[in-house]
């Protein structure tokens, strides 16, 4: 299977021809849709298939597919990203309108008169001094008002997305934008993860300067937007792959990548997003990262672990557990026992809503605790295989630099910090 003639799964191997899409929405996260592509050409799917992502992110999968010609089922536990997944879904055809529809959301805003005590606590005040924050919320307010059904300007995280359409996304994930543009200086060397100021350090932007950014970004995701079918269906929706809103034996093939067993806090990743939508309670956000598969908090109670998993797994945690380094045994064995069970439990879900024959195909990266290997292609193939799946292809790419080399103290254990990334 030669997915990307030469590139890797993330990386197409000529950027400059990747399609308008492929460079929707800056997300750490995420395979190329010129991947996405190559797998439905190769795997030969009837038109009108069923393609399903349970760990869509900002929508990839969703977006290929559908414009494959296949309908798409797209979930994700995190309520920012399925808002950039939708907004992904709108059509070429909206074009015309947008720069009225901007018009018009912008003239709304700067009528409004919105104060910090709206919404308490303002979630953007993590980040901007409490006039911008009231400028962004008016913004995100006239989105509502002009596009979502009424009902009084709630918040996202009140009002939920039943009534955010495509249109109404896409806005979104142009406010998403100017509110990241501003937040720049908050970022750290971990892609990943974003600090919050101190009162002294909260930015601010004018008006004029909110008007410049939220045009330009309404421009450059109106060039991303391309043909959809819209006779065709497609599901974007906020749920876990635990539990997947879907009913048995209809989909024809899983296109996806689960998150990694590296650590890697999801959510953190977009709490500017969150905020937007509404998102600042310590336990709303608690809340959202106990929901993500692969969280670095621990919210299962740990018990022995399933000999159905694997003896990989079984192996790796032994080691885990036996490590002199601290906390491995406790938190560390914890974290890792969490992942691989909603990992089976998901894998599970994905066989149970699949049609008999369809096929499963996952992009997957190896990574390393401490010295000790965690080879997840393997660990997950073993599951598949456990579960009653069979392997038909596996293609390894190999990663050159990793994320993990930006922890200094990786360097105690390893001096290399190259992956293999195994569809």
Not at 67 to 81: K, S
Not at 134 to 144: G, H, K, N, S, T
Not at 294 to 322: C, M, N, R, S, Y
Not at 333 to 350: N, R, V
Request: charged fraction near 20%; proline fraction near 6%.
């Amino acid at each position: 299977m030669n997915t990307t003639s030469g590139g890797t799964p993330r990386r197409p191997p000529n950027p400059k021809l990747a399609h308008a899409r492929s460079s929707w929405y800056r997300y750490y996260a995420g395979y190329s849709a010129e991947f996405v592509r190559g797998v439905l050409d190769h795997l030969q799917l009837p038109a009108g298939s069923t393609v399903l992502d349970p760990w869509n992110g900002s929508g990839t999968t969703t977006a290929a597919a559908s414009e494959a010609g296949h309908n798409v089922l797209g979930f994700d536990a995190n309520p920012a990203l399925v808002i950039v997944a939708r907004g992904r879904h709108v059509d070429q055809g909206t074009a015309p309108s947008l720069s009225a529809l901007t018009n018009d959301m912008l003239r709304h805003a700067k009528d409004m008169v919105v104060t910090a005590i709206d919404l308490e606590p303002e979630p953007l005040e993590a980040w901007f001094d409490v006039s911008t924050a009231c400028r962004l919320r008016a913004l995100e307010q006239a989105i509502q008002l002009t596009l979502v059904d009424d009902g009084g300007p709630l918040p996202v995280r009140v009002r939920g997305l039943s009534g955010i359409s495509t249109l109404a996304a896409f806005f979104y994930v142009a406010l998403f934008e100017v509110t990241r543009s501003f937040v720049t200086s908050f970022r750290t060397t971990n892609p990943t993860w974003i600090k919050s100021a101190t009162s002294a350090a909260r930015v601010g932007g004018t008006w004029d300067e909110l008007d410049v950014v939220f045009r330009e970004a309404v421009a450059r995701l109106s060039r991303a937007a391309g043909p959809l079918h819209s006779d065709l269906s497609s599901t974007l929706e906020v749920a876990s792959s635990l539990r997947l809103p879907t009913e048995g034996a209809t989909v024809e093939a899983t296109v996806t990548s689960p998150p990694y067993c590296t650590r890697i806090d999801y959510i953190v990743a977009t709490l500017p997003e969150l905020a937007v939508l509404g998102y600042g309670q310590p336990q709303a956000i608690r809340d959202l990262r106990h929901g993500m598969v692969g969280t670095p908090t621990i919210w299962t109670k740990a018990t022995a672990h399933d000999q159905a998993w694997g003896e990989g797994v079984a192996g790796f945690l032994e080691k885990v557990g036996a490590h002199p380094s601290r906390a491995s045994a406790s938190y560390y064995w914890k974290y890792f026992h969490q992942y691989f069970q909603s990992m089976w439990l998901s894998m599970a879900e994905i066989r149970r809503v699949s049609k008999p024959g369809a096929p499963l195909v996952m992009v997957v990266q190896d990574s390393y605790y401490k010295e000790v290997h965690v080879d997840l292609p393997a660990m997950l193939q073993q599951m598949a295989i456990n579960m009653g799946w069979t392997l038909v292809e596996r293609v390894d790419y190999l990663t050159p630099v990793t994320k993990a080399a930006i922890n200094p103290g990786s360097r105690k254990y390893r001096t290399t910090f190259s992956a293999v990334e195994s569809v």
